[in-house]
C-alpha cells in the first residue's frame, strides 16, 4: 500500500527552526518527485519546496527560499524539509505529495501545481510568540 506520512509539525516561536518528515512506504523514492505544500487557515494550498529524489535536485518557492532546505534519505525512504528562521506566516498545515517524475516538465512546475496522486494527511505548523 502507498502511503505518505508526514510527522515533525509543532507550535513554535518565531525564529525557531522545524524539521518535517515525510516518510514513503509502499513504493521507492528514487523515480519520484518529492513536493511539500502548505496550506493556512481560509488560504489555497501552496507549494513550498520540491525535490527529485534521484539525482537531489531541488526547487523553492519565493516564500521558502534562503530559508527552507529540502533533502531525502534514500536508506529511510524519507524525504526531510528543514525549516529555520520561522515567522507567523509559516503557520498551516503541510502537505508532502509524491508522482512518478517525469524531467520535461521540470521542478518549478512539480513544486506550483499540486496535481499529484499521492498526498500525506498533513503535519500543523504553528509559528507564534
Known amino acids: 500500500q502507498v502511503q505518505l506520512v508526514e510527522s515533525g509539525g509543532e507550535m513554535v516561536q518565531p525564529g525557531e527552526s522545524l524539521r518535517l518528515s515525510c516518510a514513503a512506504s509502499?513504493?521507492?523514492?528514487?523515480?519520484?518527485?518529492i513536493a511539500w505544500f502548505r496550506q493556512a487557515p481560509g488560504k489555497e494550498r501552496e507549494g513550498v519546496s520540491c525535490?527529485?529524489?534521484?539525482?537531489?535536485?531541488?526547487y523553492y518557492l519565493d516564500s521558502a527560499r534562503g530559508r527552507f532546505s529540502i533533502s531525502g534519505d534514500n536508506a529511510k525512504n524519507t524525504v526531510y524539509l528543514q525549516m529555520n528562521n520561522l515567522s507567523p506566516e509559516d503557520t498551516a498545515v503541510y502537505y508532502c505529495?509524491?508522482?512518478?517524475?517525469?524531467?520535461?516538465?521540470?521542478?518549478?512546475?512539480?513544486?506550483?501545481?499540486?496535481?499529484?496522486?499521492?498526498w500525506g494527511r498533513g503535519t500543523l505548523v504553528i509559528v507564534s510568540a
Open positions: 505529495a509524491a508522482d512518478p517524475f517525469v524531467p520535461d516538465y521540470g521542478l518549478e512546475y512539480y513544486c506550483k501545481n499540486p496535481q499529484y496522486t499521492q
Open positions: 509502499g513504493f521507492t523514492l528514487n523515480s519520484y518527485v
Open positions: 525535490m527529485s529524489v534521484g539525482d537531489g535536485s531541488s
